[in-house]
């Protein structure tokens, strides 16, 4: 797996993230078992305090993706959920 390496941005985005890793593991060794789950469910922002959707190719469950696919068909097809009170 290449994971961008040959498109520099990308190369230079995920080298960011992983100095962030490193350096919140170094500062608490235990920072991923302790880390709190995010609101959104997302794995990024839950270790790393941001989201990039852009970079992440890990998970194709991502709930903040399959939203956003939803609600891109919804729109695509003209549908409107109401919801009832």
């Not at 922002?45 to 852009?54: A, V």
């Given at each position: ?26 500062a608490n060794p235990n920072y991923v078992n ?52």
């Amino acid at each position: 797996m290449s994971w961008g390496i040959e498109n520099e941005k990308k190369r230079k985005d995920i080298l960011d993230l992983m100095d962030i890793g490193v350096r919140k593991t170094m500062a608490n060794p235990n920072y991923v078992n302790e880390v709190s789950k995010s609101t959104n469910g997302c794995w990024m922002d839950q270790i790393y305090g941001l989201m990039r959707c852009d970079i992440c190719d890990l998970n194709d469950q991502c709930p903040v993706r399959q939203e956003s696919e939803w609600q891109e068909y919804l729109k695509q097809n003209n549908i409107v959920v109401e919801k009832k009170s």
